[in-house]
């Protein structure tokens, strides 16, 4: 009977680990095809799985969890200087300057951060996948970064499971 509660779930967790897969998408046509399934619910599921997915990235960023073995190797590799990569490294050190300054904001201002995060949680707009590894970068509570981001999710989620039904409703009346 709530079989799409957990298949929900498991795609929500599954486009929060891998950004390619569109759980908007998937939710729309999930309220096309289950007309009779509560919106409430299906922001729930989703909001669960996303938060569940992002909280792994979260952690990772925070440093409680490690990279696996090959990526960490891969990243800590040490390379013969190249002028290729010399060049890069110019080209980015402006990018790494500003990541570094917006973590010690982050740090300075734990509101605007929880702020930030919030609002992004809702319409992704800084996005939420940015948000999130800057809120484990700047230390957040993980309780803030639960309760904003499931309370965020659910908004989103529940607020587009309901569309089809208020365009529905609009159009039979």
């Not at 790494?96 to 992704?124: D, Q």
Request: charged residues 15%.
């Amino acid at each position: 009977m709530f079989a799409w509660f957990w298949v929900t779930l498991g795609v929500a967790f599954g486009s929060a680990i891998l950004p390619v897969i569109s759980v908007e998408v998937f939710v729309l046509g999930l309220v096309a095809s289950e007309p009779g399934l509560h919106w409430l619910l299906i922001g729930a599921a989703v909001s669960i799985g996303q938060i569940g997915g992002k909280l792994l990235y979260y952690l990772a960023a925070r440093g409680s969890i490690g990279l696996p073995r090959f990526l960490h190797d891969r990243l800590h590799r040490r390379r013969p200087p190249s002028r290729r990569r010399d060049k890069w490294h110019l080209r980015t050190k402006w990018l790494r300057g500003k990541v570094e300054a917006l973590r010690e904001r982050c740090h300075r201002h734990p509101h605007w951060m929880t702020g930030t995060y919030g609002v992004s949680s809702v319409i992704g707009l800084p996005p939420f996948m940015a948000t999130t590894v800057l809120a484990g970068l700047a230390d957040m509570r993980m309780s803030t970064f639960l309760t904003a981001g499931l309370a965020g999710r659910f908004i989103r989620y529940s607020a587009l499971a309901a569309c089809p039904a208020v365009f529905a409703g609009w159009f039979h009346h």
